[in-house]
């Protein structure tokens, strides 16, 4: 992992790690910080190395080079798109190299601005690509996507494993409401201008709802901006980072306008504790819930208020856990397996 901070992708780390994966011994390698405090509070095995971005391209692939020659790993499995390409660049070769993919888009302009950067970002994930044993994919978006914009070889096995949850005792409240919820990075392509738009229009009719918004990022002080233009008031909070539980306890209804998803742990979560959901119909969304939660990427504001309202109100229309959906056990039974082919 080249990151040190606690998100999404380190979730699905120390989930596995907080698991175990059958057969198998899981040593992870990132910088200080949360994660390895995380994980490491969780009886893991945790190298804390001068690796990613932070640390630079030199110094990761000599720690890389170093921690291989050390531990002499059957499997190297790498999360985000830094460690990926420094796995592909600087594993000797015979290295059994598996990587996930978590953050791909259908539109590369999400992520990456300019064609030749879109270009050149395609062209180095397609050569590491080659160097891979298999790929496994978070949703069968994600590695539709892969496919179609990093063309990777025939030869190469892909395997969809989607994030695992396990289920919590959390009913919904007694009584429902609107009280809205937003839980992402604070960046353009997660649409809170649209959300700040929409839930306008939902307190011209419903002047009760709340909308709440967690998270940092860029977009901070522009929407704080916005949602002062609209005169929303104390409506509108702005809560920086929050325990995610805690603050699903306090909503009815989570609301994501990403412009691209691949298999978002705030959708599971919020479905996992009988929230209602307002998501744009990308990416993997769709395999997580179902049309009655979908707004499309285009909607209008009337649209998606409409959703809201629906959501909070009619908990039959809310969200339950399908037969696609799987426990965290499930998911690192299929890393065993699929670490298996890869190295019997």
Known sequence: MPVADFGGVARHVSDVVRHGIPGWR???M???????????????????VDVGPASGVVSSLRTLRRMIDRLRPTVVHSHLAYADLVCAVG???GTRLVSTEHGISGDPSVYHAGVVKQRGRAAAHATRLRRLSTLVAVSESTAQVVRERWSPPASLPIHVVPNGVDPVADPPPADPGLRIGSL?????EKNLHLLLDAFDVLRRTRPEATLAIAGGGPEEAALRRHADALGLG???SFESHVDAEDFLRRIDVVAQL????????????AVNHGRGVVATSVGGN???????????AGSSPGVIAARLESQGLDPAARPVRGPGWQRVGGMCDDLAAIYAQVAP
């Open 26 to 28: 899981v040593v992870t």
């Open 30 to 48: 990132c910088p200080p910080g949360p994660l390895a405090d995380r994980l490491r509070e969780l009886g893991g095995a945790v190298v804390q």
């Open 91 to 93: 594993a000797p070769r």
């Open 184 to 188: 992402s990075r604070l960046a353009p």
């Open 234 to 236: 104390s409506t509108v």
């Open 258 to 269: 990403s412009a691209w998803e691949n298999h978002s742990y705030t959708l599971l979560d």
């Open 286 to 296: 769709p395999e997580i819930v179902g049309q009655a939660s979908l707004v499309g």
